[in-house]
Nanobody, 124 residues
Framework: QVQLVESGGGLVQAGGSLRLSCAASGRSSSTYRMGWFRQAPGKEREFVAAISWSGSSTYYADSVKGRFTSSRDNAKNTWYLQMNSPKPEDTAVYYC?????????????????WGQGTQVTVSS
């Protein structure tokens, strides 16, 4: 099993930057395919970004493409989501997730483990 813990959330002004971290424990994160999802009040869970186990492939929702960047440090068992130029509509609770098998990266039902979430609030 693996435990995921998100950190780095908080209040940020629109146009600023914020970096979220997802730390894995229990097992090395190097073999996991990682994803980020978010959920705003009154809305359904939404795919944000994903990265392959090697870090060679990344995927982004159209709403964040060009602004958010995913990366991973397998030596530290940590995955990152760099948020540049965030917008107020990016405000949500952000969750990291991990899946073992290759699958649709934007389908939350395909992920095996989830973190507790971290709040990101973007002010105008």
């Amino acid at each position: 099993q693996v435990q995921l813990v998100e950190s780095g959330g908080g209040l940020v002004q629109a146009g600023g930057s914020l970096r979220l971290s997802c730390a894995a424990s229990g097992r090395s994160s190097s073999t996991y395919r990682m994803g980020w999802f978010r959920q705003a009040p009154g809305k359904e869970r939404e795919f944000v970004a994903a990265i392959s186990w090697s870090g060679s492939s990344t995927y982004y929702a159209d709403s964040v493409k060009g602004r958010f960047t995913s990366s991973r440090d397998n030596a530290k068992n940590t995955w990152y989501l760099q948020m540049n130029s965030p917008k107020p509509e990016d405000t949500a609770v952000y969750y990291c997730a991990a899946r073992i098998r290759p699958s649709a990266y934007d389908d939350p039902s395909k992920y095996d483990y989830w973190g507790q979430g971290t709040q990101v609030t973007v002010s105008s």
